[in-house]
């Protein structure tokens, strides 16, 4: 079995400050993470994956995550928080079945 | 040109009556899901099929029925809904079922029972 914990249902940075989003993850076998970003009324974009090799994967619009296994984390961060980055971002995990679990979201704010 | 599309967007019925929800990928992939993302934006898997095959079925109540007539398609039958029906249905599709595989989603299904 997988899960996904998420901390911090919101966060709020103001443009141009360091975006920070937490993921804390179990599994019971070596893990594939992702994250996906939805934009309002929209479905589910991947940012980025780590499967294996590289522990820090850089995705799409200069999203970054670093695997750490030894704190079973995959945090995901931006240096510099544009407005059009403000949507849900979604952490999910899969483990030794077919199923991919999602955390429960982090809302992400950016103000002027 | 989408790649992953559903019909219809939006759908608004009475409690009791049966509906269905249409998802189409043109991606040529292996693997089609189902999601629930309920009102406080918590995503679950529902159902998987891989090839026609269900490979994922949930703690899901019976009233809800996938079907996948070919690879390309599965289409979800909800009989008899109910008020906690109501929901965002998002389906998704893969390469594979294998696990380092992205997933494509659709734009989503809005349903609102009433």
């Known amino acids: 079995a997988q899960s996904v914990t998420q901390l911090g249902s919101h966060v709020s940075v103001s443009e141009g400050a360091l975006v920070l989003l937490r993921c804390n993850y179990s599994s019971s076998v070596p893990p594939y993470l992702f994250w996906y970003v939805q934009y309002p009324n929209q479905g589910l974009q991947l940012l980025l994956k780590?499967?294996?090799?590289?522990?820090l994967v850089k995705g799409i619009n200069g999203f970054e995550a670093e695997f750490k296994k030894s704190e079973t984390s995959f945090h995901l961060t931006k240096p510099s928080a544009h407005m059009s980055d403000a949507a849900e971002y979604f952490c999910a995990v899969r483990g030794s079945n077919y199923k991919l679990t999602f955390g429960k979201g982090t809302l992400l704010t950016v103000n002027p | 040109d989408t790649a992953v599309s559903q019909t219809p967007k939006y759908l608004v019925t009475q409690m009791g009556n049966d509906k269905s929800i249409k998802c189409e990928q043109n991606l040529g992939h292996d693997t089609m899901y189902w999601y629930k993302q309920d009102s406080k934006k918590f995503l679950k898997i529902m159902f998987s099929?891989?090839?026609?095959?269900?490979?994922i079925n949930e703690t899901v109540p019976n009233r809800f029925s996938p079907k996948s007539p070919d690879k390309a398609h599965l289409n979800l039958h909800i009989n008899s809904l109910e008020l906690g029906d109501s929901a965002v249905y998002f389906c998704?599709?893969?390469?594979?079922?294998?696990?380092?595989?992205?997933?494509?989603f659709g734009p989503g299904t809005r349903l609102t029972v009433l």
């Open positions: 998704a599709s893969s390469q594979d079922a294998g696990g380092n595989n992205e997933q494509f």
């Open positions: 780590y499967t294996t090799g590289a522990t």
């Open positions: 099929y891989n090839n026609k095959e269900l490979i």
